[in-house]
């Protein structure tokens, strides 16, 4: 059964940088395209980057620029370096599988651009 373990988030003032980090179990990770998703209340999920298992990357165009995602096969983990940051940036941020995410979603991370 896969797990999702997302971490990192906070309250950062705009121009702020933080990183997530997305611990997943499973032997199939390092096979798996892996994405990070957000999503604010009161509207559906948004995706925000993708990363194959070769490293190679997508970024939404809201992201571009600011936003990179990495990962590392041996622990299992995709990580979201998240630069500039602005206070449309705020949601809760959650990785899964991409581009079809699995049903289970794990807890997310909540981040806060607010001065």
């Known amino acids: 059964q896969v797990q999702l373990v997302e971490s990192g988030g906070g309250l950062v003032q705009p121009g702020g940088s933080l990183r997530l980090s997305c611990a997943a179990s499973g032997s199939i990770f390092r096979t798996q395209i892996m994405g990070w998703y957000r999503q604010v209340p009161g509207k559906q999920r948004e995706w925000v980057a993708t990363?194959?298992?070769?490293?190679?990357?997508a970024y939404a165009d809201s992201v571009k620029g600011r936003f990179t995602i990495s990962r590392d096969n041996a622990k299992n983990t995709v990580y979201l370096q998240m630069n500039s940051l602005k206070p449309d940036d705020t949601a809760v941020y959650y990785c899964?599988?991409?581009?079809?995410?699995?049903?289970?979603w794990g807890q997310g991370t909540q981040v806060t651009v607010s001065s």
């Open positions: 899964n599988k991409a581009p079809s995410p699995y049903a289970y």
């Open positions: 990363i194959t298992s070769g490293s190679l990357t």
